[in-house]
């Protein structure tokens, strides 16, 4: 039995024993979205940054496509999807970091599948990732490479997917795999996967369709190969007004980044090139190898050309 | 050129005078942008022919000629044979439904597959806008679940030009799109294809692996009079139309593909270039609207003239638009520059301005990309 089924069973039993809500289906996966489209000024008390309205739109297209498709968004009244409000640190980081963070109920750790949206930066050798008010004098996330503040898996996410700037450039790939274990608490149970972007990453509107894309084919494909084919723009980003097709060089790419990990590259290639949202394995028994999908000479705007 | 270059110098620079550093004393909210500073930028950035004839520009887009729409070209049958070949294939029980309940035209997908979605063997699937003039067809394939030894992959060998000419073929013999909306590359100009490829951590001392060439397609309109460059002899003689499409192959051919949003689109005989805005009107529209998501910091400003599409439920209605793509941080910061960056606007924004005015009655609901 997989991790994700056997979970199930386990939430389903302690649903029935809590109150008379409706269990989920025992194949469907618990799906959350964090997302922030309205940040708020440090002269309001908040970490500033500047809005970007369409981007809870974006992530929610992922999310409402994966509850048409039979996964469990939450008990009605209480869904799993965070939209501004109090998003904090307290939301994503571990409590081995910090005994009073909330991943793994009901925040980042607790979704099978979740979906973050914030503006992000390259910390060095990791992500962080922008927050809207500050917790503890934090007012960012940071995952990876050196920080200890994030650790998802050891309670039950199996995809974490980051749409951030920076939140899987290439000279950080090797610090992610630190994210998606907490070897204080488990030394079995990880995350599978990590979807993020190379450089900056665009939000519109008009991109809602990449995500319900994302969640729809994730089904037919492997979450890898969707991730990336969908969310990939080629050369057609900030291009100069005379060269919208790029013939003369001047556009950029949006470069997304998919990331499995594995006992090794074998187990972590197998990993990549398998796993759907309806097809999961087991939990890796070590983040000891990597493998990660990409395109080839990838340029985004914010950073040179992928090249791990 | 010498002429183009510093034309763009001094925009560049302009913009870079316009947009803040980074302070170091107050990490992640620099000052933020007035709207006049926006409003000057916007104007200084902007392509010419939106400040110096909005009217004729409107009118060139209208009149740009328009390829046979998917609703007429697309053959299921011929689509099924092509991705199936003699595999058998089921039907999508809501493949019959057309319309909805009310009698709408139905907006989602027929969809045909071969082998079990969720399980672990063989999986082929196409699906196609029940509504063609929606413009939406996908085929996705995979085989069946494996270990795999990535010392035993091959990576794929197709060069990107029999790449590009294989996806083209495809896309106009097998899934309809219109040649014409397909532009040829002029010459000298790399095909659009990328190589995806699957790589490892340096520990492992594994070669990266090709698993495929993607094809990427924007759909385009040949403009009746080609638009001159100030001072140069570039000329822009295309613009982008609604929908895209990729194509995805490998050694042994297409192995996946997917248009978007490749709509019918039709004239609005309303429309003509008296309805464009004025150029004012069309900067400060564009000013508010980044000013209202906080003013900045924009460490540059581009702009793409587009057709965009005022969608009417079966077809869509051509929209003389502007996408304006905002960026905050520079294209190639240094590693430290990055960091200095810590829990400040990152994300780029893309906006679509109509250059029309139109009644608000008329504005409908699947417009992609207006401004929220």
């Known amino acids: 039995m997989t991790r994700t089924r056997m979970r199930l069973l386990q939430r389903a039993c302690a649903a029935a024993l809590l109150s008379a809500a409706v269990a989920p289906n025992a194949s469907a996966l618990y799906v959350e979205m964090l997302a922030i489209g309205d940040f708020v000024p440090t002269a309001s008390g908040g970490c500033g940054a500047d809005d970007r309205g369409s981007w809870p739109g974006m992530v929610q297209a992922w999310w409402d496509e994966m509850g048409a498709r039979g996964h469990y968004k939450g008990p009605a009244g209480s869904q799993y999807r965070y939209v501004n409000g109090n998003m904090t640190l307290q939301r994503f980081c571990d409590p081995s970091f910090n005994a009073n963070c909330l991943d793994a109920y009901p925040y980042a750790d607790w979704g099978d599948a979740t979906i973050i949206a914030t503006h992000g930066w390259d910390a060095g050798d990791h992500w962080g990732g922008v927050m809207r008010y500050p917790w503890n004098g934090f007012c960012g996330v940071e995952a990876g490479g050196s920080s200890n503040q994030v650790r998802l898996g050891d309670s039950w996410t199996v995809f974490m997917h980051v749409s951030s700037c920076f939140s899987a450039d290439d000279d950080n790939l090797d610090g992610i795999r630190h994210a998606m274990q907490d070897l204080a608490t488990s030394s079995t149970r990880r995350a599978h996967q990590w979807d993020g972007f190379h450089g900056i990453m665009w939000i519109s509107s008009g991109y809602n369709g990449n995500y319900r894309e994302t969640a729809a084919d994730g089904h037919s494909v492997s979450v890898a190969y969707s991730w990336v084919t969908n969310h990939h723009k080629n050369n057609s980003q900030g291009c100069e007004w005379y060269d919208p097709f790029n013939w003369f060089g001047t556009c950029q790419d949006q470069c997304p980044v998919a990331y499995s990990i594995g006992s090794s590259g074998a187990d972590a290639l197998t990993r990549l090139n398998n796993e759907r949202y309806n097809f999961v394995y087991s939990d890796p028994t070590s983040n000891a190898a990597y493998a990660y999908m990409y395109y080839a000479g990838c340029n985004p705007v914010g950073e040179t050309a992928f090249n791990p | 050129m010498k002429l183009q270059q510093r034309m763009l110098w001094g925009v560049a620079a302009a913009g870079l005078a316009l947009a803040y550093s980074y302070d170091a004393g107050a990490q992640g909210e620099p000052r933020p942008l007035s709207r006049e500073e926006i409003a000057a930028m916007v104007r200084d950035t902007m392509p010419p022919i939106l400040k110096s004839d909005l009217p004729g520009l409107v009118d060139n887009l209208l009149s740009v000629p328009l390829g046979k729409p998917l609703s007429e070209t697309f053959d299921p049958s011929r689509a099924a044979g092509r991705v199936f070949g003699r595999l058998p294939r089921t039907f999508a029980a809501d493949c019959l439904r057309k319309t909805t309940p009310v009698g709408d035209p139905d907006q989602g997908d027929c969809t045909?597959?071969?082998?079990?979605?969720?399980?672990?063997?063989?999986?082929?699937?196409?699906?196609?806008?029940?509504?063609?003039?929606?413009?939406?067809?996908?085929?996705?394939?995979?085989?069946?679940?494996?270990?795999?030894?990535?010392?035993?992959?091959?990576?794929?060998?197709?060069?990107?030009?029999?790449?590009?000419?294989?996806?083209?073929?495809?896309?106009?013999?097998?899934?309809?799109?219109?040649?014409?909306?397909?532009?040829?590359?002029?010459?000298?100009?790399?095909?659009?294809?990328?190589?995806?490829?699957?790589?490892?951590?340096?520990?492992?001392?594994?070669?990266?692996?090709?698993?495929?060439?993607?094809?990427?397609?924007?759909?385009?309109?040949?403009?009746?009079?080609?638009?001159?460059?100030?001072?140069?002899?570039?000329?822009?003689?295309?613009?982008?139309?609604?929908?895209?499409?990729?194509?995805?192959?490998?050694?042994?051919?297409?192995?996946?593909?997917?248009?978007?949003?490749?709509?019918?689109?039709?004239?609005?005989?309303?429309?003509?270039?008296?309805?464009?805005?004025?150029?004012?009107?069309?900067?400060?529209?564009?000013?508010?609207?980044?000013?209202?998501?906080?003013?900045?910091?924009?460490?540059?400003?581009?702009?793409?003239?587009?057709?965009?599409?005022?969608?009417?439920?079966?077809?869509?209605?051509?929209?003389?638009?502007?996408?304006?793509?905002?960026?905050?941080?520079?294209?190639?910061?240094?590693?430290?520059?990055?960091?200095?960056?810590?829990?400040?606007?990152?994300?780029?924004?893309?906006?679509?301005?109509?250059?029309?005015?139109?009644?608000?009655?008329?504005?409908?609901?699947?417009?992609?990309?207006?401004?929220?």
């Open chain 2, 112 to 372: 045909l597959s071969n082998g079990e979605e969720g399980g672990t063997g063989a999986y082929t699937r196409l699906s196609y806008s029940k509504n063609m003039g929606s413009g939406n067809i996908k085929f996705l394939k995979r085989g069946a679940v494996q270990d795999l030894d990535p010392g035993k992959l091959a990576s794929v060998k197709l060069g990107d030009a029999d790449a590009d000419k294989g996806a083209r073929e495809f896309l106009v013999s097998f899934f309809g799109l219109p040649a014409a909306e397909l532009p040829d590359l002029p010459a000298g100009v790399r095909p659009p294809v990328r190589s995806l490829l699957i790589g490892f951590d340096k520990k492992a001392g594994l070669a990266p692996i090709v698993i495929q060439k993607t094809v990427h397609l924007q759909r385009s309109f040949k403009l009746a009079k080609p638009i001159q460059v100030p001072g140069t002899k570039q000329m822009l003689t295309h613009v982008p139309g609604p929908g895209m499409a990729m194509v995805a192959l490998d050694d042994t051919g297409v192995i996946g593909a997917a248009v978007q949003d490749w709509q019918d689109v039709r004239r609005d005989p309303r429309m003509s270039g008296n309805s464009a805005k004025t150029s004012a009107d069309l900067i400060q529209e564009i000013a508010d609207d980044i000013y209202e998501e906080g003013g900045g910091p924009i460490a540059s400003m581009k702009f793409r003239i587009v057709l965009g599409s005022d969608w009417r439920g079966s077809h869509g209605l051509l929209l003389p638009a502007v996408q304006v793509f905002v960026a905050p941080v520079a294209n190639d910061p240094t590693e430290d520059q990055q960091q200095q960056m810590a829990r400040s606007t990152t994300a780029g924004m893309v906006r679509e301005y109509a250059l029309v005015r139109r009644l608000e009655g008329d504005i409908q609901q699947r417009d992609p990309f207006a401004a929220n």
